[in-house]
């Protein structure tokens, strides 16, 4: 799977958009773009993912950009329960093994 | 709620010791996963099952670790001899599997400690 490179932390005013980026260089053609976050004591919780549109649900935006070699995760009103580590994660998407590689991913922290 | 169970929420074990991590994933669901994640990283891949199938086992750090799930539900994963090292919180993932591949659900893990 092709390697992701996200800022280690990150902070944001509760009720601004965060912005999250994520540079997949070496991304192929077949590989999607999935992003979890993990809550302080949960286990990681799907997001969103995306191939080369943009992808829009309840939670969050994901825009990609047309090299498909990064992509911006937008939460557009961010509150306290959004602080957590947000993972980007690259991989073919096929029916058998879903094996997820994490990195280390971005500490959000918002703030009052 | 309906969501992926895993039990003991936490365990402190004495160097040497074996422990068994249960994982209830969610009801229906062919994959399921395990993760190893230590303090202050991402989760790192141990093993997946797709029903009772173990089709990788690729993470396993070392023959004392040992996974299992019999009847294509619930799973255990078990560490034999426990060393230091083992210290770290075990998830356990579940998903519906399939062509369009669904999301990974996630527990809350297991909190391993040894001391």
């Known amino acids: 799977d092709a390697k992701t490179t996200q800022p280690t932390s990150m902070d944001c005013a509760e009720g601004r958009a965060a912005n999250l980026p994520c540079n997949h260089s070496?991304?192929?053609?077949?590989?999607?773009v999935y992003w979890y976050r993990q809550i302080h004591s949960q286990g990681p919780q799907y997001i969103i993912h995306?191939?080369?549109n943009n992808e829009t649900n309840e939670m969050a935006s994901l825009i990609i950009t047309e090299d498909r070699k990064s992509s911006t995760l937008i939460l557009p009103h961010a509150t306290l329960r959004d602080t957590a580590v947000y993972y980007c994660i690259v991989r073919i998407n096929t029916g058998t093994a879903s094996k997820l590689t994490f990195g280390t991913g971005t500490r959000l922290q918002v703030t009052l | 709620g309906a969501g992926v169970s895993q039990s003991p929420r936490y365990k402190v074990a004495k160097r040497g010791q074996d422990v068994a991590l249960r994982c209830d994933p969610i009801?229906?669901?062919?994959?399921l996963f395990w993760y190893q994640q230590a303090l202050g990283q991402g989760p790192e891949f141990l093993t997946y099952f797709q029903n009772e199938a173990q089709l990788d086992k690729s993470g396993l750090p070392s023959d004392r670790f040992f996974a299992e799930r019999p009847e294509g539900s619930v799973s255990t994963l078990k560490i034999q001899r426990t060393q230091q090292e083992d210290s770290a919180v075990y998830l356990c993932?579940?998903?519906?599997?399939?062509?369009?591949?669904?999301?990974?659900?996630f527990g809350n893990g297991t909190r391993l400690t040894v001391t």
């Open positions: 995306g191939l080369k």
């Open positions: 993932a579940s998903s519906r599997g399939g062509v369009r591949l669904a999301p990974l659900h």
């Open positions: 070496t991304i192929s053609g077949n590989e999607y």
């Open positions: 009801s229906g669901h062919v994959s």
